[in-house]
């Protein structure tokens, strides 16, 4: 069973910056596929940033430049770095994993994290 546990989420005004991490309860996190999604209030959820256990990357082209997603495997952790919000990155943020590579759909989320930028 693999649990994912969000946090750094918050209140940050347009031009700030967020942290978010995930901590996974997995043996051989090194060995999964990671993504990030958000969902804002009546829009479906999309891929923000994605990272393989290669070390690709995909990125939304409505956050290249700006965030920045990130893992420490000794930790069992993931990030998102966002920098240089906009109110329009308003939304619940999840992260996702899967042993899988590149998956079309991640098997394990966790419960989300809301990010609210101000304008």
């Known amino acids: 069973q693999v649990q994912l546990v969000e946090s750094g989420g918050g209140l940050v005004q347009a031009g700030g910056s967020l942290r978010l991490s995930c901590a996974a309860s997995?043996?051989?996190?090194?060995?999964?596929?990671m993504g990030w999604y958000r969902q804002a209030p009546g829009h479906q959820r999309e891929l923000v940033a994605a990272?393989?256990?290669?070390?690709?990357?995909n990125y939304a082209d409505s956050v290249k430049g700006r965030f920045t997603i990130s893992r420490d495997n000794a930790k069992n952790t993931g990030y998102l770095q966002m920098n240089s919000l906009k109110p329009e990155d308003t939304a619940v943020y999840y992260c996702?994993?899967?042993?899988?590579?590149?998956?079309?759909?991640?098997?394990?989320w966790g419960q989300g994290t809301q990010v609210t930028v101000s304008s």
């Open positions: 997995v043996r051989r996190f090194s060995m999964f596929d």
């Open positions: 996702a994993a899967d042993p899988r590579y590149w998956p079309d759909e991640y098997d394990y």
């Open positions: 990272l393989t256990s290669g070390a690709r990357t």
